[in-house]
């Protein structure tokens, strides 16, 4: 791991520090888990919190099955290692830079941890540009560049079609799909089906008191127990 210390230098260790937060931050990708515990080890030596960031400029409810899986893991890892926050910032138009720029500052960040193959929109994270950026906008801050394992990598072979606005109301057997605006609706929420399948057959995803829930749908209708109360009123 290369650490680029506030004035340019490249050290080897970091001393702990009472004052130290550290913010990593993390996208799409298997590698998340593992910079996620590498900042839960880093705060462990040092003592200090930690908080985990991820960017995207599509809303929540647009993201496809594995993208909000990985959000979901990620959120589930943060909280079971003690992280502070489990920061999404979706729907965003600004950069890279100017995200992570604003919650270092909101946060008072003093490490920022990013990893060095990133992919999609921070695969510039790795170049020295994109880091001179970094350091020049987080003059306080220091900046580790994680090495990852190149070979964990998405097979690209999805499992469920890209998400579409769905609805769940009651029917005489339970929960039926819906893709229709209704008074009789008591969920909203993302319709991921099965590729490969004439049915609407697939997962349904949902929010309930801040709480990403799901449930699989089998020809339109709901195999699982709801015991949340409905999103919608």
């Known amino acids: 791991m290369h650490i680029y210390k506030r004035g340019g230098s490249v050290l080897g260790k970091i001393k702990g520090h009472m004052d130290e937060r550290i913010l990593v931050c993390v996208y799409y990708g298997p590698n998340g888990e593992r910079l996620i515990k590498r900042g839960y080890q880093l705060a462990s030596m040092t003592g200090c919190p930690f908080y985990v960031l991820t960017v995207d400029k599509r809303p929540y409810d647009e993201f496809d099955a594995e993208k909000s899986g990985y959000i979901d893991s990620w959120q589930a890892l943060s909280e079971e290692l003690g992280a502070e926050k489990f920061i999404l910032k979706d729907n965003e138009t600004r950069s890279s830079i100017r995200a992570i720029k604003e919650v ?88 991921y089906k099965e590729i490969g399948t004439d049915f609407n057959n697939g997962m349904f995803k949902f929010v309930c008191d801040r709480k990403t829930l799901q449930v699989h749908v089998k020809e339109n209708h709901v195999t699982d127990n709801i015991k949340e109360p409905p999103n919608l009123t």
Do not use: C, M
């Open 104 to 191: 270092a500052h909101q946060y008072n960040i003093t490490q920022v941890i990013i990893g060095e193959t990133p992919q999609n929109r921070w695969e510039e994270i790795t170049k020295g540009s994109f880091v001179n950026v970094l350091l020049r906008e987080l003059l306080f801050t220091d900046i580790h560049i994680v090495s990852v394992d190149r070979t964990l990598k998405s097979t690209g072979d999805a499992t469920y079609e890209k998400g579409v606005r769905g609805f769940l109301k009651k029917g005489p057997d339970g929960y039926e799909l819906s893709f229709t605006k209704s008074k009789e609706n008591h969920y909203e929420g993302v319709f």
